[in-house]
C-alpha cells in the first residue's frame, strides 16, 4: 500500500530563502503545483499538504490534497498521523525537530524538506537549492 506522505508545507516553504514570506499563499501554490508533478518513483504516496497562516485559502488540485490546518500546523500533521498510521503507512515531510519526535512516537517515517526537493521542480526545473 502506498503512504500518506503528509508535507508539512510551512516548514518545506521555510528551507528555502526565496522571499516566502512576501507572499505566504502564492509560495504554498508552488509548492502544491510542484508536488502535483513530482517523480512520483521516487517518492510513490498520496500527498497531502498542510498549510496554515496566510496559506490556508490555497486549495487542493489533482495529485495534492490540502489540509488546511484550523489552528497549530504541527498540531494538525499530528492528528492526521494519528488517524492514519493504524490502517497505513505514514511519512512526514519536516525537518522541524519537534514535530518530527511527536510523529515518530506515533509511528510515521520522516522525509526532509530537502529529500522531498530532490523530487520535485519549479517552473521545469528541478530545484536542488
Keep these: 500500500m502506498d503512504p500518506l506522505i503528509v508535507v508539512d508545507g510551512a ?11 512576501r507572499d505566504r499563499a502564492g509560495a504554498a501554490t508552488r509548492l502544491r503545483d510542484a508536488l502535483a508533478v513530482r517523480d512520483a518513483a521516487a517518492l510513490p504516496g498520496e500527498i497531502m499538504l498542510v498549510v496554515e497562516g496566510a496559506a490556508r485559502g490555497v486549495p487542493p488540485i489533482d495529485g495534492v490534497a490540502v489540509e488546511a ?4 500546523g504541527d498540531d494538525h500533521i499530528v492528528a492526521l498521523v494519528r488517524d492514519n498510521v493504524s490502517h ?3 511519512v512526514v515531510v519536516t525537518s522541524d525537530r519537534g514535530l518530527r519526535q ?16 530532490a523530487t520535485i521542480s519549479y517552473g521545469g526545473r528541478p530545484d536542488h537549492t
Design 11 to 21: 516548514n518545506v516553504v521555510g528551507s528555502v530563502p526565496d522571499r516566502w514570506w
Design 102 to 117: 511527536r510523529v515518530t512516537e506515533l509511528g510515521a517515517g520522516i522525509v526532509s524538506p530537502g529529500q522531498l526537493r
Design 69 to 72: 490546518a484550523p489552528q497549530s
Design 88 to 90: 497505513r503507512p505514514v
